[in-house]
C-alpha cells in the first residue's frame, strides 16, 4: 500500500466523500481513512433510513454561524440541483416529502453507494477500520500517524464531523486537530436536539408521550411552523429540533398548538353556539383527543356556557401561548448535529483552508457551520467536499 498521498481526508462521512470524488476528479491521489468500519453511517440512519440528501430551497439563511456570510460563497458554487443531478446520473428515484425536503424512494444505502462509486472512479482510497493518532506538519508535507503505519500528504483536509450521535464513533477528534493547529473553536453544542421538562412539568405531561400535534414554536428570535411531539421526557419533532438549534439554557420558547386559530375568539363564539358543548369536545375538532383532555382536565365547567371569560381567556392561552422553560435538551446522544466547531474566522469561505496553515482543510460539520433540519446539513457537506475538493 502506498504511504504518500496528494491529499489524506479524515472521514468517510458525507462532506469527505464528496471532497475525495471532486479531487480525483482533477486527477489527484486521494486517501479517505475513517475509524468506523462502514462509511457514511449519518447518512445511512438520515431520514428515517431515506436519506433527505438536500433541501430545493437551501439558502445561507438556513444556516447559524457566527459568521453568517461564511457559507454564502460554497453554496452558491454547489446548489441543491447540482447534487440533484448526481443523483439522477445513478437513476436514484426521490420524492419532494415537504418544504423542498428531497427524499430517496429507496434506502439511504443508495446515496452511499453512490458517493463511494464516484470516489471510485477517481480511484480513490478508502481505509476503514483505521484510527488516527495524530496529525503532524513537516516543512511542506503532513505525517498522519496510525497504529500500523505514518502516512503523508501534501495536504490534509478535516472531514470527521462532531460529536452528536456518539453511539455511532462521532467524536471530538476534529476539534482537538484543530486546537493542536492553533485554530479557535466555538463551543460546541447539540443542535437539533429534543428538549426535556423539568421534573415538575415531566410527571403530569407523561400521559402525553407519542402524541403529536401542528404548532407554531418560538422565541424572541425565530419561529418554526411544524410538528412536535410529546416524548416521556420532553419534546420533540421537528419544530422543537429546529427551535432548539436557537435555544440558551435557562430561557423561555412559546408553542402555539393551534396556529392558525384565534382559540379565543372561537371559544366566544361557541359559547353562544353551542353553549351546552363541553370544553374537551369542542378542543377536540382542533387538537388530538389526548391533549384535548389534558388543557381541560383543570377546568371545572362541563359546558362551554358555564365559563366566564377569564376562563376562556386562560384556555386560550393554553393552546395559543404556551409559554415552556425546557430544563436541558437531550444533549449529543441524540442531537442529529453540533452547533458550533472550527471558527470560520480561520478559514477561506472559498477554499475550506485553514489561512495559518496552508495544507490544512476542514470541511463539513466539523466547521461552525449549522443548518435548520429538513436536507440543509447534507447541503452544506456537498458544498464544502465540493469547494475544497476543487481548490485544493
Not at 232 to 248: D, E, F, K, N, V
Not at 345 to 362: I, Q, R
Amino acid at each position: 500500500m502506498s504511504s504518500h498521498f496528494d491529499i489524506i481526508i479524515i472521514g468517510a462521512g458525507a462532506a469527505g466523500l464528496m471532497c475525495g470524488a471532486t479531487a480525483g476528479e482533477r486527477g489527484k491521489s486521494v486517501l479517505i481513512i475513517d475509524h468506523a468500519n462502514k462509511p457514511a453511517e449519518k447518512i445511512r440512519i438520515s431520514g428515517g433510513g431515506r436519506c433527505n440528501f438536500t433541501n430545493i430551497y437551501c439558502n445561507p439563511k438556513n444556516f447559524i454561524s457566527e459568521n453568517e456570510h461564511f457559507a454564502k460563497s460554497a453554496l452558491s458554487r454547489y446548489s441543491p440541483e447540482d447534487f440533484i443531478q448526481l443523483v439522477k446520473k445513478y437513476n436514484i428515484d426521490f420524492h419532494e416529502k415537504t418544504k423542498g425536503q428531497l427524499f430517496c424512494d429507496g434506502r439511504s444505502q443508495q446515496i452511499i453507494d453512490m458517493l463511494i462509486s464516484e470516489c471510485d472512479n477517481y480511484n480513490n482510497e478508502i481505509r476503514l477500520s483505521t484510527e488516527v493518532n495524530g496529525i503532524e506538519k513537516f516543512n511542506n508535507c503532513y505525517a498522519v500517524t496510525t497504529p500500523n503505519q505514518t502516512l503523508t500528504a501534501d495536504k490534509v483536509v478535516i472531514a470527521c464531523g462532531g460529536p452528536s450521535i456518539p453511539k455511532m464513533g462521532a467524536s471530538s477528534f476534529g476539534y482537538k486537530i484543530a486546537k493542536n493547529f492553533g485554530l479557535n473553536v466555538i463551543n460546541p453544542e447539540p443542535a437539533l436536539v429534543p428538549l426535556t421538562f423539568t421534573d415538575s412539568l415531566k410527571e403530569p405531561l407523561k400521559t402525553l408521550a407519542g402524541v403529536s400535534a401542528g404548532s407554531r414554536v418560538e422565541n424572541e428570535n425565530i419561529s418554526f411552523d411544524e410538528a412536535l411531539l410529546f416524548t416521556h421526557r420532553g419534546l420533540s419533532g421537528p419544530a422543537i429540533l429546529q427551535i432548539s438549534s436557537y435555544w440558551t439554557a435557562g430561557s423561555h420558547i412559546n408553542i402555539n398548538l393551534a396556529p392558525e386559530t384565534d382559540i379565543l375568539k372561537e371559544l366566544k363564539l361557541a359559547r353562544e353556539t353551542s353553549p351546552r358543548q363541553s370544553p374537551k369536545v369542542w378542543l377536540s375538532q382542533y387538537l388530538p383527543s389526548r391533549l384535548a383532555e389534558y388543557i381541560t382536565s383543570y377546568i371545572k365547567q362541563i359546558r362551554l356556557a358555564d365559563m366566564n371569560d377569564k376562563a376562556l381567556i386562560n384556555l386560550a392561552l393554553m393552546v395559543n401561548k404556551w409559554h415552556v422553560k425546557p430544563a436541558g435538551t437531550e444533549g449529543f446522544r441524540t442531537a442529529e448535529v453540533t452547533k458550533g466547531g472550527v471558527d470560520t474566522k480561520e478559514l477561506s469561505s472559498k477554499t475550506m483552508e485553514a489561512k495559518n496553515v496552508p495544507g490544512l482543510y476542514f470541511i463539513g460539520e466539523v466547521v461552525d457551520v449549522t443548518g435548520h433540519l429538513g436536507g440543509h446539513n447534507f447541503q452544506w457537506a456537498w458544498a464544502s467536499g465540493y469547494v475544497c475538493g476543487k481548490e485544493i
